[in-house]
T-cell receptor, first 115, second 115 residues
Framework: AQKVTQAQTEISVVEKEDVTLDCVYETRDTTYYLFWYKQPPSGELVFLIRRNSFDEQNEISGRYSWNFQKSTSSFNFTITASQVVDSAVYFCALSEAQPFQKLVFGTGTRLLVSP | DGGITQSPKYLFRKEGQNVTLSCEQNLNHDAMYWYRQDPGQGLRLIYYSQIVNDFQKGDIAEGYSVSREKKESFPLTVTSAQKNPTAFYLC??????????????FGPGTRLTVL
């Protein structure tokens, strides 16, 4: 069975600090996809990144970076030089290849960035 | 602008009443989904539809019903059989590509409160 664990319930940082959000997953499939979504106070989930199980290259997008390590079943998300606008709940999610894209979500990490 | 709209944003229901939540998308996506989010928890799948006139139960379908008569619309009815309907409901859609190469995009959500 698939499972996603986000052990950090809430993280508080001061603006300009770097912060890493942890995500550990479980799956029996060799083909799977990992996602990160951001949920700001408005409630809508905003897609951030999708990663497939064949590609372990780290990815950087502006202040955001992702570290995917199959050896530890982790897909961690780092925000560099955090800003107040980064305050949100961040969800990690997993989907297996078949039979359809069923997303399994972690419980989310609430990030609070104070000025 | 392409996107997913949900209405209403807030909905209040008396016990024993059925209510219908609207979800419309103009992204020309084949697949649509309904999720439920409870405080401090991840999202759980209620129903999904991969194509018009077809839909499948998710993990927590009891007390809910859906229809998919048009490609762009996927309304969710919360029936009186749902024992604890107070929650935040999110609709999503994806292109419906085979396997898990797909990305789900979310609407702004409807917050349902049972009085």
């Amino acid at each position: 069975a698939q499972k996603v664990t986000q052990a950090q319930t809430e993280i508080s940082v001061v603006e300009k600090e770097d912060v890493t959000l942890d995500c550990v997953y479980e799956t029996r499939d060799t083909t799977y996809y990992l996602f990160w979504y951001k949920q700001p106070p408005s409630g809508e989930l905003v897609f951030l990144i999708r990663r497939n199980s064949f590609d372990e290259q780290n990815e950087i997008s502006g202040r955001y970076s992702w570290n995917f390590q199959k050896s530890t079943s982790s897909f961690n998300f780092t925000i560099t030089a955090s800003q107040v606008v980064d305050s949100a709940v961040y969800f990690c999610a997993l989907s297996e290849a078949q039979p359809f894209q069923k997303l399994v979500f972690g419980t989310g990490t609430r990030l609070l960035v104070s000025p | 602008d392409g996107g997913i709209t949900q209405s209403p944003k807030y909905l209040f229901r008396k016990e024993g009443q059925n209510v219908t939540l609207s979800c419309e998308q103009n992204l020309n996506h084949d697949a649509m989904y309904w999720y439920r989010q409870d405080p401090g928890q991840g999202l759980r799948l209620i129903y999904y539809s991969q194509i018009v006139n077809d839909f499948q139960k998710g993990d927590i379908a009891e007390g809910y019903s859906v229809s998919r008569e048009k490609k762009e619309s996927f309304p969710l009815t919360v029936t009186s059989a749902q024992k604890n309907p107070t929650a935040f409901y999110l609709c999503a859609s994806s292109s419906g590509l085979a396997g898990a190469t797909d990305t789900q995009y979310f609407g702004p959500g409807t917050r349902l409160t049972v009085l």
